[in-house]
């Protein structure tokens, strides 16, 4: 029987916060001792807006996503994979897991066209060097998977026409958790799941299928988690069993999700 496989979607505090990190690098740690397989996505927000902030270029959002002019994509590319990448790697192998960083790029295993943005008002919106996914060949990841090591891949590709782009992580993770036939797609993020009235954990909405997203979709549904629950849902359409969405600032819900079943966080369905 081949291993089960699960794609974490990694950001927020949990990636600024050293001793998560290592906590983090614990959990998936105890997941591959349980036998599966896990890959990992990373934004990088934070540390972008210092990158940024560093190279006096301002940063500039339009429904919740960055502007990417040539220049800012520049200083995103050094910060996501020379920075944010680097010390992931270099955090998870002191944890005993044989971590290989990766971007879109690696082997041309992601392929991307400029996006084409639609505001809430209906014009059309030039974000810049801001790509959507349009192949992923599964290839690389399937053989580090199958010889045991976890790839980290920060979500930047390359156009057939050798542009580089900056890519939302959110969507770039339900878009490979779909490629690779992942089995659970796990997104963390700086709350315990999606809040009815926030922040009364009484109101924890635990399931969601895609009607009640809908209804929810601008008023319970606002901001970043927008592009996270929209990733779910894109991956559940297109294959992956599972999707839920948990608090990277609370690490050990990881295996208490997965290894204990345990109801925690918001769970997306079909």
Same mark, same amino acid.
């Given at each position: 029987?081949? /291993?089960?496989?699960?794609?974490?979607?990694?950001?927020?505090?949990?990636?600024?916060?050293?001793?998560?990190?290592?906590?983090?690098?614990?959990?998936?740690? /105890?997941?591959?001792?349980?036998?599966?397989?896990?890959?990992?996505?990373?934004?990088?927000?934070?540390?972008?807006?210092?990158?940024?902030?560093?190279?006096?270029?301002?940063?500039?959002?339009?429904?919740?996503?960055?502007?990417?002019?040539?220049?800012?994509?520049?200083?995103?590319?050094?910060?996501?994979?020379?920075?944010?990448?680097?010390?992931?790697?270099?955090?998870?192998?002191?944890?005993?897991?044989?971590?290989?960083?990766?971007?879109?790029?690696?082997?041309?295993?992601?392929?991307?066209? /400029?996006?084409?943005?639609?505001?809430?008002?209906?014009?059309?919106?030039?974000?810049?060097?801001?790509?959507?996914? =349009?192949?992923?060949?599964?290839?690389?990841?399937?053989?580090? *998977?199958?010889?045991?090591?976890? +790839?980290?891949?920060? *979500?930047?590709?390359?156009?057939?026409?050798?542009?580089?782009?900056?890519?939302?992580?959110?969507?770039?993770?339900?878009?490979?958790?779909?490629?690779?036939?992942?089995?659970?797609?796990?997104?963390?993020?700086?709350?315990?799941?999606?809040?009815?009235?926030?922040?009364? +954990?009484?109101?924890?909405?635990?399931?969601?299928?895609?009607?009640?997203?809908?209804?929810?979709?601008?008023?319970?549904?606002?901001?970043?988690?927008? +592009?996270? =629950?929209?990733? *779910?849902?894109?991956?559940?359409?297109?294959?992956?069993?599972?999707?839920?969405?948990?608090?990277?600032? /609370?690490?050990?819900?990881?295996?208490?999700?997965?290894?204990?079943?345990?109801?925690?966080?918001?769970?997306?369905?079909?």
């Amino acid at each position: 029987m081949s /291993k089960q496989r699960i794609l974490i979607k990694y950001g927020g505090n949990a990636m600024t916060n050293l001793q998560l990190q290592h906590e983090i690098a614990a959990q998936i740690f /105890k997941l591959q001792e349980a036998g599966f397989e896990v890959i990992m996505v990373h934004g990088g927000g934070p540390f972008i807006n210092k990158a940024l902030e560093k190279a006096a270029i301002k940063s500039q959002f339009v429904d919740g996503l960055r502007v990417t002019e040539a220049k800012a994509f520049s200083e995103i590319q050094k910060a996501l994979i020379g920075e944010v990448n680097a010390d992931l790697i270099s955090t998870l192998n002191q944890n005993k897991i044989k971590a290989i960083g990766l971007s879109g790029k690696d082997a041309g295993m992601v392929h991307a066209k /400029k996006y084409q943005h639609k505001s809430a008002g209906g014009d059309m919106v030039d974000l810049g060097l801001v790509g959507e996914i =349009i192949h992923i060949d599964d290839t690389l990841i399937n053989l580090l *998977c199958e010889a045991g090591y976890v +790839p980290v891949v920060a *979500c930047i590709a390359d156009g057939f026409d050798g542009i580089s782009y900056n890519i939302n992580a959110d969507t770039f993770a339900g878009k490979l958790a779909a490629a690779v036939n992942a089995d659970q797609l796990i997104v963390l993020t700086d709350v315990d799941g999606l809040f009815l009235n926030y922040p009364d +954990p009484s109101s924890i909405i635990r399931e969601l299928n895609e009607v009640a997203v809908m209804a929810h979709m601008g008023t319970t549904i606002q901001g970043g988690m927008i +592009p996270k =629950i929209q990733s *779910c849902m894109l991956a559940l359409n297109e294959g992956v069993n599972k999707a839920i969405i948990l608090n990277g600032t /609370k690490p050990e819900q990881i295996a208490k999700y997965v290894l204990d079943n345990e109801k925690i966080g918001t769970t997306l369905t079909l």
